[in-house]
């Protein structure tokens, strides 16, 4: 409580809402519906699904690939190795 006896907001929370599913016959439907409720945006989405494919790859084979800088990969493949998806 901070000195008018009132509760400080530190943090706040918000719900996402995931789009609902037909089927879980696409697996990859599944996987991405999965990597957008980490909050990983579309882009990064397409990177795991890459990297899971190829085994491993470099930033500069990623952005060859999806057709972005590499800088961009770098920053989607932080991303993911935050959430613990990604090793270097």
């Known amino acids: 409580m901070n000195e008018t006896g009132i509760f400080e907001i530190i943090a706040e929370w918000k719900i996402r809402r995931l789009k609902q599913l037909k089927s879980l016959d696409d697996i990859d439907l599944v996987k991405r519906w999965i990597l957008y409720s980490l909050g990983l945006e579309e882009t990064a989405q397409e990177i795991y699904l890459y990297l899971e494919k190829m085994g491993s790859s470099t930033s500069t084979e990623i ?6 800088s590499p800088n961009t990969a770098r920053k989607y493949l932080d991303d ?4 613990g998806l990604t090793d270097y």
């Open 63 to 68: 952005a060859k690939a999806l057709n972005i």
């Open 80 to 83: 993911l190795h935050t959430v």
